[in-house]
């Protein structure tokens, strides 16, 4: 059992950073891809990066170049920062844990957040 928990959404204008944290607890949680997926409503997840302790980080297209997911393997810890924010990014941000990678897909995510909304003002 893997235990995510979600900190840093908010509201922020468009052309902002903000840096999303997730918290990972439990068993063999070095065994799993973490990584972060968002979604709008009505639509369904939508990826957005993941990282593991032995592979490079993976990203979506829309995230490269904007977005840099990290891992603190120490804290079992892992970041997303976000950079040059647009209202398209406003969403609610999953944390996820998957032993499929490196690019998760969320019918294979195992463990999943609570969310945290994240909005950006034009």
């Known amino acids: 059992q893997v235990q995510l928990v979600e900190s840093g959404g908010g509201l922020v204008q468009a052309g902002d950073s903000l840096r999303l944290s997730c918290t990972a607890s439990?068993?063999?949680?070095?065994?799993?891809?973490l990584g972060w997926f968002r979604q709008i409503p009505g639509k369904e997840h939508e990826y957005v990066a993941s990282?593991?302790?032995?592979?490079?980080?993976d990203y979506a297209d829309f995230a490269k170049g904007r977005f840099t997911v990290s891992r603190d393997n120490a804290k079992n810890v892992v970041y997303l920062q976000m950079n040059t924010l647009k209202p398209d990014d406003t969403a609610v941000y999953y944390c996820?844990?998957?032993?499929?990678?490196?690019?998760?897909?969320?019918?294979?995510?195992?463990?999943w957040g609570q969310g945290t909304q994240v909005t950006v003002s034009s």
């Open positions: 996820a844990a998957g032993r499929k990678g490196p690019r998760l897909n969320s019918v294979d995510v195992d463990y």
């Open positions: 439990g068993r063999a949680v070095y065994d799993y891809f």
């Open positions: 990282v593991s302790l032995l592979l490079s980080p």
